[in-house]
């Protein structure tokens, strides 16, 4: 699949990638997001094939409050991966990760796969890699 892309449908995605939107959307439905109502699930593919997923987490201070996308990679780093394959991001309305979320996600790796789509409705599947939704990224390399 080119980046980026956008596919009809899931059918399309490789089957480990399936297996992280089936997740994410999972994660989704943990978010707590009593403000916005926006939810937020992610699913992490580490190198090693292990899976990390986070959910957006709302504060009334609202800059307190945490991305799917942080809180999935947080998770996998505080268990020792820093070596990531894939990111997928459930969001209804489809969305892409924030800034700060694509300069986390960069951190750790320029050809990481990022994938989004919506699942409460059919429709695009956008998948890029990290240095194409952040290029040029701030690093101290």
């Not at 980026?4 to 490789?14: G, K, M, N, R, V």
């Not at 297996?19 to 939810?39: C, M």
């Not at 951190?107 to 939704?133: H, Q, R, Y």
Request: hydrophobic share 40%; aromatic share 10%.
């Amino acid at each position: 699949m080119d980046s980026p892309s956008a596919s009809s449908d899931l059918s399309e995605l490789p089957d480990e990638f399936k297996a992280l939107v089936e997740q994410a959307t999972a994660a989704r439905e943990l978010a707590y997001a009593p403000y916005s109502d926006f939810r937020v699930g992610a699913a992490l593919l580490t190198a090693d094939g292990k899976t990390f997923t986070g959910c957006n987490v709302e504060n009334a201070s609202y800059g307190l409050s945490i991305c799917a996308e942080r809180t999935a990679i947080c998770k996998a780093v505080s268990e020792g991966h820093k070596k990531f394959r894939a990111i997928a991001v459930a969001a209804s309305p489809l969305a892409s990760p924030c800034g700060a979320c694509r300069q986390f996600i960069v951190e750790f790796g320029k050809d990481i796969t990022v994938i989004t789509f919506d699942p409460a409705a059919p429709g695009p599947v956008k998948v890029w890699t990290s240095e194409e939704l952040i290029p040029d990224s701030f690093s101290f390399e």
